[in-house]
């Protein structure tokens, strides 16, 4: 029996607060923690199955033009090699997620060098790999294929442009402005476990086990790559070693895996190394981005400008939402909003952590710290100014809005020191010593999603969706929730994650899965409630379980009269999500030290404070929010995507030569949770947290390196060569 909600207004019950088990939004610890340490839980390259051999992608190495031959007997006599798989589909290229569309192409075209072209299968990896390396291709070059933004004419992307009033009066009548342009490096996910699929094909049935972050689009996306009915696909993922959007959709490795199983009739694993993910798979685009602001003698916003340019490859609807919170964050009524997207030969461009506000927000900031130097006034004081009561450009009220109360508490719990600043105030050896900080916003968003839960007269419950687990806590908060509705302790609950037999959720990625999924949960439980409450004569309000009994009353094993009772959850967001502007929103505080001598730059200490709705599990929260500040240092100071302009190849491409953070570089970082009940973002009223952890973190850091030492940049990451450029004599 499936029950539907369809969200139409806020949910102001608080239903989850009425419970009596006191779970949500405890600390537990993740319940599929000992598993992971004691490496017990598989992951996609993992499984244990009989006779599977190896595959390996072969790629190409021109920028752009055509595959006129893939010579198979160049390798097929090499030790342990099976076949070569040359299927066009290799080269159509899957959607990399679902904002990210492959573009329509000859199946024989090159788009990137480095895109995978055919599959090599041997015995063991080692040899595939060797094959691979070896296999002969006949290319017709296109050169002159353009490999950087400035070498094209961009793209308007008019639905994310915004004018109103008047921007250029406003600035030349302003007080105060700043007209600044700020460029970003691209990013890649990075994440620990690589891309990696398992296929295998029964002649009538496809399984594959694979690294994947929402597969209820996956499945999708793979049974059309490889014209297969859906019903004919079954996708698991039950864990995910970190996807942070790289793994939104099906990519190349989960193709070439199925096509080959199915033409071999043999099970086929595909891993791909560390460089051909960093070369294959999507990046961050860089940006280049001109911030507009004109304020009057008390710091007020009048004039707002943000426009940024981005980059993806022909065909390619996806473009960096680079604008996404510049649209709603501060008032101004004179603004101007707009984004282009240059068509250039990398390879495609799409979601990583934080799409869009992980380098719009860095620049914002940037801008609003040299802003305030300007007019004088405290930075967090101007953001203060500044916060709207609704949003500036469509007029809806936020369904809740905690800005505010993350600057006060941030600023108090860091030792902020109020009032104008001026650089180069303390010193230290050689060391010059600063403070800075900026805003965090991030939309929020909810997805449609399913669930069944199953409660056992044993005093168990089972809960069963395709959402997925990508290192996010789902598998402990979705237990908390059912534990908390069903009068059940969280380890009494099961939840079974990552398969399409499953009720369908939304995925994991855009920070939707806690409040989709879990809302699906939600919404099942309740329907369990009520027909316990029926059999037992009361309300479901007046229904009062707790260590699975109904309180004053019956064992769950008598209500029950000795048979499992399964209810699925179906919630959609409906006309709500139309009704009202949702957003996280938080403050970064940061102090850092540059070294007058060489130019390098470390992070002392720093704070984030963040309002994102309940708070489903205090430990996982923090944690998210612990990975959002890391990845705000590795944005600020090291990492960026180097491409040779010759061939557009990707230069940096492993962990040695793109510089993540590492532990040395992350100090003691704080997290302050500014807790609330956001009714109208879900019905369990929480919001996501896993991308609002970075959005604005990097500035904070930028605003703390221009406090200590004087040097005012506007490219990011900002490496000791920058900063000993820009430090005054």
Request: aromatic share 6%; net charge negative.
């Amino acid at each position: 029996m499936t029950v539907h909600l369809k969200q139409d207004e806020p949910d102001t019950s608080n239903r989850l607060d009425g419970m009596k088990q006191g779970v949500i939004g405890q600390p537990i610890s993740r319940v599929e923690g000992l598993a992971k340490v004691t490496g017990t839980a598989p992951y996609a390259a993992e499984y244990p199955i009989e006779g599977c051999v190896e595959g390996v992608l072969a790629t190409a190495t021109i920028t752009r033009g055509e595959i006129l031959k893939i010579d198979k007997d160049s390798v097929l006599g090499m030790p342990g090699v099976i076949a070569v798989i040359d299927d066009p589909r290799l080269t159509t290229r899957a959607a990399q997620g679902t904002a990210n569309e492959a573009p329509q192409q000859s199946p024989r075209t090159v788009c990137y060098w480095g895109q995978p072209i055919a599959l090599v299968v041997a015995e063991t990896f080692e040899q595939a790999r060797d094959a691979a390396k070896h296999l002969a291709v006949e290319y017709r070059p296109d050169d002159g294929a353009p490999l950087s933004p400035d070498a094209v004419e961009p793209e308007e992307q008019e639905d994310e442009t915004v004018r109103q009033g008047d921007l250029v009066h406003a600035m030349s009548e302003a007080a105060h402005s700043v007209d600044v342009t700020f460029t970003t490096k691209g990013h890649a996910s990075a994440a620990m476990e690589p891309h990696a699929a398992i296929a295998q094909w029964d002649g009538d049935q496809l399984t594959v086990h694979a690294s994947l972050q929402m597969l209820n689009y996956n499945i999708s996306e793979l049974a059309d790559a490889i014209d297969l009915p859906e019903e004919k696909v079954r996708l698991v993922s039950r864990f995910v070693g970190g996807g942070f959007g790289s793994k939104l959709g099906v990519s190349e490795e989960t193709v070439a895996a199925a096509i080959a199983a199915m033409q071999l009739e043999r099970p086929v694993r595909v891993v791909m190394s560390r460089q051909q993910v960093f070369q294959c798979i999507m990046r961050r685009s860089e940006t280049t981005q001109r911030l507009r602001l004109a304020a009057d003698q008390k710091g007020r916003l009048t004039g707002f400008g943000h426009e940024a340019l981005v980059s993806n490859l022909p065909g390619e609807t996806f473009a960096e939402p680079v604008l996404q919170s510049s649209h709603f964050l501060y008032a101004a009524q004179n603004r101007k909003l707009m984004l282009e997207v240059a068509r250039i030969h990398r390879m495609t461009a799409g979601s990583v952590r934080a799409p869009g506000e992980a380098v719009g927000m860095p620049a914002l900031e940037g801008a609003m710290d040299v802003l305030a130097e300007r007019a004088g006034i405290d930075p967090v004081e101007l953001r203060l100014r500044n916060i709207p009561k609704e949003n500036p450009e469509e007029g809806l009220p936020f369904s809740s809005h905690k800005l505010a109360e993350c600057l006060r508490e941030g600023a108090e719990a860091f030792g902020w020191d109020s009032g104008p600043r001026k650089p180069r105030q303390k010193r230290e050896g050689e060391w010059w010593v600063g403070t800075g900080m900026a805003s965090a916003a991030r939309v929020h968003n909810v997805g449609e999603a399913k669930a069944r839960v199953t409660l056992k007269p044993d005093g168990t419950a089972l809960v069963e969706t395709d959402m997925t687990d990508i290192g996010t806590g789902t598998y402990t908060i979705l237990a908390q929730i059912a534990g908390e509705m069903l009068g059940l302790d969280p380890e009494n609950v099961l939840v079974d994650l990552g398969d399409t037999r499953h009720p369908r959720g939304p995925g994991s990625g855009g920070s939707w899965g806690a409040s989709s999924s879990g809302s699906a949960v939600y919404v099942a439980c309740k329907a369990l409630r009520e027909e316990l409450a029926d059999r037992v004569g009361v309300t479901e309000t007046e229904l009062d379980l707790a260590d699975g009994k109904v309180v004053g009353g019956q064992s769950l094993a008598q209500v029950l009269a000795g048979e499992p009772l399964a209810r699925e959850g179906h919630y959609e967001p409906g006309a709500i999500a139309d009704d009202f502007t949702a957003a996280g929103f938080g403050a970064f505080f940061a102090q850092v030290r540059v070294n007058h001598f060489t130019g390098e730059s470390r992070v002392d200490r720093m704070l984030g404070a963040f309002g994102f709705g309940r708070v489903l599990n205090r430990k996982t929260a923090r944690s998210q929010c612990l990975g959002g500040i890391t990845w705000s240092i590795g944005a600020a100071l090291t990492e960026a995507l180097e491409f040779d302009p010759r061939d557009g190849h990707l230069v940096n491409c492993d962990l040695a030569e793109y510089h993540v953070p590492v532990h040395r570089d992350v100090p003691d970082l704080e997290v302050i949770m500014v807790e609330e009940r956001d009714p109208a973002a879900s019905p369990i009223q929480a919001k996501g947290i896993g991308e609002l952890g970075m959005c604005g973190g990097a500035a904070a850091i930028g605003n703390a390196i221009y406090n200590a030492c004087g040097a005012r940049l506007f490219d990011y990451p900002m490496t000791p060569d920058r900063v000993l450029a820009c430090m005054p004599d």
